[in-house]
T-cell receptor, first 116, second 112 residues
């Protein structure tokens, strides 16, 4: 079946450190991949996405590359800020004949805490 | 443009009580979704709708009901609340085509 596995948190970093949050997936066909971010007390917001192999999604200094050979979509940022503290969710939208489905399958989320 | 709105923000229910979680969107989106978020478990899809009058079960539908009489509204009904339904509930919507889902701020429900 379809599933998403994320590295467990919390991840604690100092400001300006390099961030990597690992995400791997299991899916048939060619799913679309997403990173969502949830700030404290808020709903989820789309951070970035990639819809086909080798695509790179980017936004607000975050990047993730769709790697079909390793079934991964790791999130990276070169220099984190305190304001990046949040929970990050990796998700996939499974592929069905005729295109991607309208469903999202989420990983368990990774809490990032950035200290000044 | 308010996006996706949810009410109430927080509610405490006694076992066996019923309630309706409200969700509305003003973006004219066809697709709407209800998720629950349990600690350390990510989000699980409860029900979804592809348009007014059309709903379907997600991964964890037991104990819930939905209806979609208008494009804008997608209420979630709990008929007999149980402690296992203690969770944070998120509503989301998206338009046909692009897959980005827009989430509401959530409803925190505590069943005692």
């Amino acid at each position: 079946g379809n599933s998403v596995t994320q590295m467990e948190g919390p991840v604690t970093l100092s400001e300006e450190a390099f961030l990597t949050i690992n995400c791997t997936y299991t899916a048939t066909g060619y799913p679309s991949l997403f990173w969502y971010v949830q700030y404290p007390g808020e709903g989820l917001q789309l951070l970035l996405k990639a819809t086909k192999a080798d695509d790179k999604g980017s936004n607000k200094g975050f990047e993730a590359t769709y790697r079909k050979e390793t079934t991964s979509f790791h999130l990276e940022k070169g220099s984190v800020q305190v304001s990046d503290s949040a929970v990050y969710f990796c998700a996939l939208s499974p592929y069905e004949y005729g295109g991607a489905t309208n469903k999202l399958i989420f990983g368990t989320g990774t809490l990032l805490a950035v200290q000044p | 443009n308010a996006g996706v709105t949810q009410t109430p923000k927080f509610r405490i229910l006694k076992i066996g009580q019923s309630m309706t979680l409200q969700c509305a969107q003003d973006m004219n989106h066809n697709y709407m979704y209800w998720y629950r978020q349990d600690p350390g478990m990510g989000l699980k899809l409860i029900y979804y709708s592809v348009g007014a009058g059309i709903t379907d079960k997600g991964e964890v539908p037991n104990g819930y009901n939905v209806s979609r009489s208008t494009t804008e509204d997608f209420p979630l009904r709990l008929e007999l609340a149980a402690p296992s339904q203690t969770s944070v509930y998120f509503c989301a919507s998206r338009k046909t085509g692009p897959e980005t889902q827009y989430f509401g701020p959530g409803t925190r429900l505590l069943v005692l």
